[in-house]
C-alpha cells in the first residue's frame, strides 16, 4: 500500500524487503560490543521524535551566527571530521538566528541503559560497496551539513534526558549518534560499510545548548516523547 501511494511499481516490493531486513541486520560497531537495531525492542525505541529548540538572545547572550557556531566548534571539538567542519560552518551564509528550531529525528533508542540517535540516509555515493567504506563516508557528512545536523539532534537529546531521566550523567547516559548510509549496509560487507558514528564531548554539546536558548538546561521541549 505504501509502495503504491508514493507510485513506486510493485516489483520492488521483494528487493526493498530484503534491502530492509539486510539493514536492520547489519552489525553495528560499538564501544560496548557490536549490535543490530533488529536487535533493539519495540519498547525501547522511539520513531520520528519530534523536538523544537528554543534560540534566543539575551543582553548577555549574543544571536547565533555562523561565526559563533565554528567558535563553539573550534573549542570544544575533539575529532578531526568535526574540527574540518568548522571551518565550513564559518563558509555558512544565513541571518543571525532567532526564534525556534523544529525537526524530527528518525530514532532513539536506549540500550542497556545508553541512548543513541539515528538518522537514516539514502544518498548514492556509487555502485561499489567500497563508496561507502568510512572514510568515504566523510565527505557527505560534511557537504551536506549533516554534522551540524547531529549536534542539533543531540543538544535536544541531552536537554530531553535531564528532564525525563533520573541522576542523568551525559557520560554515563548518552551513545552518540549513528548515520546510516543504507545503500551501503550488509552484514555481507566489511563491519563499519555504510556506518558513521560519532559521540561528541559533552563539552561540545553543552556548549551549543547555551549558545542557541537563554532558558538553560531543560529549556528546549521534545514533544510527544516519553523515555
Not at 537495531?37 to 519495540?42: D, E, F, W
Request: with cysteine; net charge neutral.
Amino acid at each position: 500500500e505504501s509502495l503504491a501511494w508514493h507510485g513506486v511499481a510493485e516489483r520492488w516490493l521483494a528487493p526493498l524487503c530484503e534491502s530492509v531486513v539486510e539493514i536492520v541486520s547489519t552489525p553495528l560497531p560499538a564501544a560496548q560490543g557490536s549490535f543490530a537495531l533488529s536487535q533493539v525492542a519495540r519498547s525501547a525505541r522511539i520513531d520520528e521524535l519530534e523536538f523544537v529548540l528554543p534560540v534566543k538572545a539575551t543582553p548577555e547572550r549574543a544571536l547565533v551566527t555562523p561565526a559563533r557556531l565554528a567558535e563553539v566548534f573550534e573549542r570544544h571539538a575533539d575529532g578531526p571530521v568535526v574540527l574540518a567542519y568548522a571551518e565550513r560552518l564559518r563558509a555558512l551564509d544565513f541571518l543571525p538566528l532567532e526564534g525556534h528550531l523544529k525537526c524530527f529525528i528518525d530514532l532513539v533508542f536506549e540500550r542497556e541503559g545508553r541512548f543513541h540517535i539515528v538518522d537514516y540516509k539514502s544518498n548514492w555515493l556509487g555502485s561499489c560497496v567500497a563508496d561507502y567504506r568510512p572514510a568515504r563516508l566523510q565527505e557527505p557528512m560534511l557537504g551536506h551539513h549533516y554534522v551540524l545536523q547531529y549536534h542539533h539532534y543531540l543538544v535536544a537529546l541531552h536537554r530531553h534526558l535531564q528532564q525525563r531521566v533520573p541522576g542523568y550523567d551525559y557520560e554515563r547516559h548518552v551513545a552518540g549518534a549513528w548515520y546510516l548510509f543504507l545503500r551501503g549496509m550488509s552484514p555481507a560487507h566489511a563491519t563499519g560499510n555504510g556506518v558513521y558514528h560519532d559521540r561528541p564531548p559533552r563539552a561540545l554539546v553543552q556548549a551549543l545548548s547555551d549558545l542557541f536558548a537563554a532558558s538553560g538546561p531543560g529549556g528546549g521541549r521534545a514533544g510527544g516523547a516519553s523515555a
